[in-house]
């Protein structure tokens, strides 16, 4: 299938921290793509309630209160409505691997996933047989770079349904682009590029 | 489903259409309901894509539609700009789909934006009374009469006990005298005559009358021509109300009025300066209390006539009284009763005979050096009476010999002499002009004066942005208003309209190269450029800087861009309609 035709999520997590066994989630956003268009109406974000107390350092990256989290719906609730949105839907993230490690820490199976960070070392020839270049620089490849670099404005950092937005807009550009220049047009192939395409999900390409 | 969590994140998109209209005449939850019907599309460089259906808004970036181009903030399709539109740059546009749109565009502000041609997007309905539609009839104050045979005591006690300033006079035959407080001083006071004298003795008599369903505007205009203050309105020959000056202009304001009143009053030279130094601060102050510019330039010309005609009396009064008529005659903005804040000198005179050159060259001199000193500087091509003083045979003349220059260009330096307005003198300037009008009916000058206007073309550059100078600024008159004042004139010369006036002359009926439809375009813009530059002038007055018409690019707001790029390319259509009917450039 095309990526023109299919329907997508941009998703994003802000967590207490990078390590899916140890830290929690505190808020989800996700902005749905029905083919090249980013549909603002179905964007939907939620904060998610702690299950035990997080450090300070946390804290003050989010600007978020731990009384405020409190009033949070708790991750059944969340989970529950994340489900609904994931649904027949490619996932978008940006360093996928994360978002992929909360969902599976929240027992729920990934669906088949693009990377925004993977497939834009692709566009710029830096993955060779699914391994990073040395050429790399880490970081011309945050969300916000890339961002930067597509035109695509860069606002409220550290909120899940803005960098879920931002997203979804830098994959619009590397997935054009990557059409553009013949390197990959369908689903199967960005999924493959993102590297979650192997084995048996590209049965369903 | 909006969620508090989710609102944080969609706070940008609010925040830029929030910026450009229409979507800045939106209220808070209408235009949160609008972002949410929205969806973000990225076209690459070089993209076609057809804008037939819903609505497309650029958030970054330039695409190209029928030939004209949109940037940021810029909305096309609504069904109004419909067609392939074709990205110039990487462009990040919002789109309304067709099933969506449908909706919003049934929202009045929407709508209108879309459909409404550029003159009323550009013109938001002032609150202000327009002193050209409404009638004397509706602002005058009744008439309190005096008896011919009361004495001027008896007189004086009733303008006190009515706290007015004048007294009608009721005469045989429909007739009307007038005595006014001014009266009771320079003719009884001054000449020491006793208070038992009568007031048939010193009134004014005929008074000058008008009929009541005359505009307010109309009647202001004739008070200032016949120097008088005190204006008796009549309806078939029955007095019903009486007219001052001060009350038209009060109408309106808190302060032109007053300095109208006091400019014509001064007592000398040095007092006359003092009040008019204030006539900026005047104007800046009641485009502060939300008059348009337009409203206000033309209220500030009548302080600026005010001050032209007290300037000439004052100097008749140092050099005696002139030898012969002349009529005095206003060019450039003033005359237009469209300036600025700091309006030149631009003027000539016309005077009835040659032997009456020398006194009128000292009379000249010495207005301009007083009107310098008032703050008007001097012209800086020149075009001021002291160099251009014509007999009126020699005026005519000078009209037919320009009539007949075979080259555009130095038409140039003579097109102001084509906007005038008499602001003072008896002498009768109506053979003048005929010979100027007489200029709509040739047409080999007319193609060289429509050549002169669109060969200077609007400050659009690559992809139709905005080209500055090496100042990154923009002269908001050379590179804007006088495109329009250049397009006026064409049209007031072919259909016979006499006035100086941009806006009369725009409106003025009768077929010429411009349809209605455009001149009412042009109007807005007019409006629109008059507004912009009252605004930078008042911030330069407010920071103490030098009056000036340059506006600096970077002061400019989104929208004020859009607004202007929208002006510059309507002029462009304009000047490419009219150029190969010219034979082009």
Known sequence: MTWRSAEFVALDFESTGMNPARDEVIQVGLVPLRGERAVLGGAWASWVRPTRPFQGASVAIHGLSAERLQDAPDVLEVRGSLAAHLNGRVMIAHYAELERGFLKRWGMKPPPTVDTLMLALALDGHLKGGQTTQTARRDAYTLTALARRFGVSVYGEHDALADALITAQVFLVIATELERKGRASTVKEFTRLSGYGGGWLGLFG | ?585
């Open chain 2, 1 to 585: 489903m909006t969620t508090e969590a989710s609102r944080v994140g969609l706070h940008d998109h609010e925040r830029f259409l929030r910026a450009y209209p229409p979507f800045s005449a939106l209220d808070a939850r209408t235009l949160e309901a609008l972002v949410r019907d929205l969806e973000v599309l990225y076209r690459p460089s070089g993209a076609a894509f057809d804008v037939s259906g819903g609505l497309f808004i650029v958030r970054r970036g330039e695409l190209s539609l029928n030939g004209e181009e949109y940037s940021e903030g810029e909305t096309v399709g609504g069904g109004v700009r419909t067609g392939q539109a074709r990205a110039l740059v990487d462009t990040w546009l919002y789109v309304m789909p067709p099933e969506k749109a449908a909706q919003w565009l049934s929202n009045p502000t929407i709508q209108h934006f879309l459909t409404s041609a550029l003159s009323s997007r550009l013109n938001q309905p002032g609150q202000s009374l327009d002193l050209s539609s409404v009638p004397v009839g509706d602002v005058m104050r009744p008439a309190e009469l005096a008896m011919p045979d009361m004495t001027v005591q008896q007189a004086a006690a009733k303008m006190r006990e009515h706290r007015i300033s004048s007294l009608m006079v009721k005469l045989e035959g429909g007739v009307f005298g007038i005595i006014t407080d001014k009266d009771l001083r320079n003719r009884v006071l001054a000449e020491g005559l006793p208070p038992s004298t009568l007031v048939s003795q010193v009134m004014t008599v005929p008074a000058r009358t008008l009929p009541d369903e005359q505009p307010a505007l109309s009647a202001l205009n004739f008070m200032f021509r016949h120097n008088i203050r005190h204006l008796p309105i009549v309806r078939g020959g029955e007095l019903v109300g009486i007219l001052g000056t001060a009350d038209l202009l009060r109408l309106q304001t808190q302060g032109v009025g007053y300095v109208v009143q006091d400019l014509l009053d001064a007592e000398g030279v040095d007092e006359l300066m003092a009040y008019a130094r204030k006539l900026p601060e005047y104007t800046a102050n009641l485009y502060r209390a939300g008059q348009r510019a337009e409203h206000l330039s033309r209220l500030a010309s009548y302080a600026y006539d005010a001050l032209y005609r007290r300037t000439l009396q004052l100097v008749e009064a140092e050099l005696g009284p002139a030898p012969g008529p002349y009529a005095w005659v206003l060019l450039g903005s003033i005359a237009r009763r469209e300036a600025g804040l700091n309006p030149d000198q631009d003027h000539h005179l016309v005077i009835a005979d040659e032997v009456h050159r020398p006194y009128f060259q000292t009379f000249a001199l010495r207005v301009e050096e007083i009107l310098v000193q008032a703050g008007l500087d001097a012209c800086q091509g020149g075009v001021m009476a002291s160099r251009h003083t014509f007999t009126l045979e020699g005026y005519v003349a000078q009209m037919q010999e320009w009539q007949s220059i075979p080259d555009p260009q130095a038409l140039l330096n003579v097109t102001i002499f084509f906007d005038p307005r008499v602001v003072a003198g008896e002498l009768d300037v109506r053979a003048g002009r005929d010979a100027r009008l007489s200029a709509g009916q040739n047409p080999s000058f007319m193609a060289h004066l429509t050549r002169l206007a669109v060969s200077h073309r609007p400050p659009l550059g690559f992809r139709q942005r905005l080209r500055t100078d090496a100042d990154h600024a923009l002269d908001l008159k050379t590179q804007g208003l006088a495109f329009i004042i250049d397009l006026a004139r064409l049209h007031a010369l072919r259909v016979g309209e006499q006035s100086a006036s941009t806006f009369v002359r725009l409106q003025a009926p009768g077929e010429s190269l411009l349809h209605p439809d455009t001149r009412a375009d042009l109007l807005g813009a007019y409006r629109y450029l008059l507004d912009l530059r009252m605004e930078l002038q008042m911030a330069q007055l407010s920071s103490g800087q030098a009056l000036s018409t340059r506006l600096p690019l970077d002061n400019l707001s989104g929208p004020q861009e859009v607004h202007l790029r929208e002006i510059y390319k309507l002029i462009g259509r304009v000047q490419a309609v009219l150029a190969p009917q010219v034979g082009g450039l």
